[in-house]
């Protein structure tokens, strides 16, 4: 069993930026490959980013790529997502996830694990 939390969420200008940390206990953090996803106001969750549990790789939804940077540190259980140039559309609910599988997915359905979520509100 992983419990996560998020952490690093809150109230930035558009242009702003915020790193958002998800903090996971148990041993077995680096072997989960790990995901970010958002809900906005009024939609559906959606993909943010995702890294494989030895972080070889990973991905990016279109809405933030060469804007958002995922990264994780195994001796810390703890993964990140750095946020630049953000936007008022980047407002939302930010979760992070975690999989089973050493190599993350953009579908929701492949992790097993969610934080409660942390808010980031972008203000115009």
């Known amino acids: 069993q992983v419990q996560l939390v998020e952490s690093g969420g809150g109230l930035v200008q558009a242009g702003g930026s915020l790193r958002l940390s998800c903090t996971a206990s148990g041993r077995t953090f680096s072997r989960y490959a790990m995901g970010w996803f958002r809900r906005a106001p009024g939609k559906e969750r959606e993909f943010v980013a995702g890294i494989w549990s030895n972080s070889y790789s990973t991905d990016y939804a279109d809405s933030a790529k060469g804007r958002f940077t995922i990264s994780r540190d195994n001796a810390k259980n703890t993964m990140y997502l750095q946020m630049n140039s953000l936007k008022p559309e980047d407002t939302a609910v930010y979760y992070c996830?975690?999989?089973?599988?050493?190599?993350?997915?953009?579908?929701?359905?492949?992790?097993?694990?969610w934080g409660p979520g942390t808010q980031v509100i972008v203000s115009s």
């Open positions: 996830a975690g999989s089973s599988t050493s190599y993350s997915s953009n579908d929701q359905g492949t992790y097993d694990y």
